[in-house]
């Protein structure tokens, strides 16, 4: 305790993050914000309220700028008292705030009607524990609303005091966990606090399994041992017999708690950071309930689970209690797991641990076969070096019917294109654009694709317009990884509405687990949540920051970049849906398996030449070229150029008119004579294709009449 208490006076630390003053004492932590002047904005008579620095967030049924504070509390330091004071108060002026839009849960529409106020300075997350740091979410409220006024403050202080206190049973000191806290937080410095211990890891990986899958599993410990990770085994029947995996209280003494015990005694013992899940989840079937989820409540402000016939809807299996090892995610010990801190009956605080120790997947198998073929795809993605098949990423939209932007799921998977790099190749199938089958689906996968985002509607046993049965259509020897937010199509424990159970495995076991199809994906659980007339709904934001965290922080490996995923959008936890929606976005598969990228990148730059504005009669034109539209009479001459970076690698340029294939021309200039009866407005396309098989397309709206 002294080395702490000299370190900390002696740095009394002042410091500065772009408009945060942060300040450090012995028993005081002190951060100064200041704020510029909030915009106002009105649509349909609504106001809207943004603020440079802020995040828009959902609280008593309205929307409002949050700044949010995610604060490293020093080692063996707790949380004695917060106090937030506000400054320089201002009035913008009497508006009705914009309210959230609603969510849609399984077709119904979820209204919220909560008191419209937003008086407090700020809002409490709570404290988690991310491998043995204790980080503070607070959300610091820059703007109030109160009898229908806004008032914006210019500057906010927020003292945290401290008090002393046991460290957190789950830190290990490891250089590795403080570099991963390291982009959480807005203080690193208090990172220095915290002690590096000289722990040598035994081991990288753990295999939870059954005995009679032991030995099935050795071939991919062998595999994980020869790229140098060290990996082990461990059968639940061992962890079973093991007295320090057991607990005194039966509630926290089943296979789930026994099989978390020991997972957190192989965290602080080994040093392990992945866990694979080798087993199933089938509820009603003992022999495949290998690995037993356990069920966590989704308390949700608004959601009309009470009065639901069966309100077991809300009871989410999520392997996030086997990666988040802090507590016991059931303080009141009630039936209701992970309860936020309104449903916590013992204290205000959250049930969950919100930020994972380890990273889990989950292999949900049952048989020699599955075990097999897990192992083969997972495997062979690793050894994929194919560039025309790890460039391509297919972008798939339904239609969702929620209205306005959230009509088609091809607005939502458009969000997520800036995000994918230039050496990727983007191929969309979009309702919104033409009606795809899964005929087309399974054709574009057969010819090999590496990532696919889809949104569309989903059952248990169906998902991307497939049932399991359909999975057979794929015959592809090149996998890929599916990030999806349709309904219960990764529902384990093999449930449906309402308390139902099918003997079939759930969509995404037969995908990840057949001999063909994907070799991971991340699927819901339980029903994915949209949201009415908007894409901002809680499963974009996930399945953005899913992406976000592949492309932009560079976390490639897929259990780790889905945990990030969660803990990006902690702060916005108590949002409507938004606890739902993490504990349900479960991985299946390796959680070690990195994202491939393509080695060769190409460059491709194509010009639609002809036609282009103007009103063109029998291939002559443009006349008239200052309108703003193409007017085609008789047949004409579409005309392209393309070309490369580096040069030479133009493979084709191919013609299409309303996304139907006319012509593909392979030989410079590039142009085609579109000479067919036709009348009424169409789409010229033009797409550019290089030797590594990546495309970039331009296309034109015109009207044309050739008779």
Request: aromatic share 12%; charged share 25%.
């Amino acid at each position: 305790m002294k080395k702490l208490t000299c370190f900390v006076v002696a740095i009394l630390m002042l410091s500065f993050f772009g408009g945060i003053k942060i300040e450090a004492s012995n028993d005081t932590l002190s951060f100064h914000y200041t704020f510029e002047t909030p915009q106002v904005d009105m649509e349909e008579g609504k106001a809207i309220v943004t603020l440079n620095g802020c995040e828009q967030h959902e609280i008593n049924d309205v929307v409002v700028p949050v700044k949010t504070a995610r604060i490293l509390i020093p080692y063996e330091k707790g949380i004695k008292e917060i106090e937030v004071k506000r400054y320089g108060k201002k009035l913008l002026g009497e508006y009705e705030l914009k309210k959230a839009e609603p969510l849609i849960l399984n077709g119904r529409k979820i209204s919220v009607s909560l008191p419209k106020d937003v008086k407090k300075a700020y809002e409490m997350i709570g404290v988690y524990g991310l491998r043995g740091y204790n980080i503070l979410v607070i959300n610091i409220f820059p703007v109030s609303y109160t009898n229908g006024r806004i008032y914006s403050y210019s500057a906010i202080d927020v003292e945290i005091k401290l008090k002393d206190s046991k460290p957190n049973p789950l830190f290990r000191g490891f250089a590795k966990d403080r570099e991963w806290v390291s982009r959480y937080i807005d203080n690193p410095s208090i990172l220095e606090t915290y002690p590096v211990k000289n722990v040598k890891e035994q081991y990288d990986y753990l295999i939870v399994t059954a005995e009679k899958f032991r030995q099935a599993f050795q071939r991919f410990v062998d595999y994980k041992e020869s790229r140098g990770i060290k990996a082990t085994t461990v059968t639940v029947e061992e962890i079973k017999v093991n007295d320090f995996c057991w607990n005194s209280t039966p509630m926290f003494n089943d296979t789930q708690a026994q099989i978390r015990n020991f997972i957190r005694w192989a965290y602080m013992n080994w040093g392990i950071d992945y866990v694979l899940l080798g087993g199933d989840a089938d509820i009603m079937n003992d022999s495949s309930n290998i690995i037993p989820a356990r069920r966590l409540y989704a308390t949700c402000v608004g959601l009309p689970l009470a009065a639901m016939d069966e309100e077991l809807e809300a009871y989410i299996p999520s392997d996030v209690y086997y990666a988040c090892l802090d507590g016991s995610f059931n303080e009141d010990m009630d039936d209701k797991w992970g309860e936020n801190a309104t449903g916590n009956d013992v204290s205000n605080e959250d049930e969950a641990d919100l930020f994972a120790e380890v990273w889990v997947g989950r292999a949900c198998v049952d048989s020699q076969r599955e075990i097999n073929n897990f192992i083969n795809k997972t495997i062979a993605y690793e050894n994929d070096f194919d560039n025309q098949h790890l460039m391509q990423v297919l972008l798939l939209g339904e239609y969702l019917g929620f209205g306005g932007e959230a009509e088609w799921g091809g607005n939502h998977k458009d969000k997520i294109k800036p995000l994918i790099p230039e050496a990727y190749n983007i191929t969309t199938l979009y309702d919104r654009d033409g009606h795809w089958s899964k005929s087309q689906l399974a054709a574009v996968i057969n010819e090999g694709v590496n990532i696919v985002n889809h949104d569309g509607h989903g059952w248990t046993t169906y998902a991307l317009k497939m049932n399991n049965r359909d999975l057979y259509m794929l015959h592809n020897d090149k996998y890929f990884f599916l990030y999806s937010q349709t309904c219960l199509a990764g529902s384990f424990d093999n449930w449906y509405p309402e308390e139902h159970y099918y003997e079939d495995d759930c969509f995404a076991e037969h995908l990840t687990l057949d001999e063909h199809g994907a070799f991971a994906c991340i699927m819901n659980s339980r029903y994915g949540l949209g949201r009415e007339n908007s894409t901002d709904s809680p499963g974009m934001r996930y399945d953005y920051s899913f992406f976000k965290a592949l492309f932009q922080e560079n976390i490639k490996e897929v259990g780790r970049a889905n945990h990030y995923s969660k803990e990006d959008n902690v702060w916005r936890i108590n949002e409507n849906g938004m606890r739902w929606t993490y504990y349900e976005t479960n991985l299946f598969g390796d959680p070690q398996v990195a994202i491939k990228e393509p080695t060769e990148i190409i460059t491709i730059n194509v010009t639609l030449l002809k036609p282009t504005n103007g009103i063109y009669l029998l291939d002559f034109g443009p006349f008239l070229s200052f309108i703003n539209k193409t007017v085609i009479f008789g047949r004409i001459t579409i005309e392209a150029a393309a070309s490369t970076e580096p040069e030479g690698k133009l493979k084709a340029v191919r013609f299409y008119i309303n996304n139907e294939l006319k012509y593909v021309d392979d030989t410079p200039p590039y142009s085609w004579v579109w000479d067919e009866k036709i009348r009424g407005n169409c789409r010229i396309g033009v797409e550019a294709c290089a030797t590594n098989g990546k495309c970039e397309r331009v296309e034109r709206e015109v009207f044309i009449l050739n008779l």
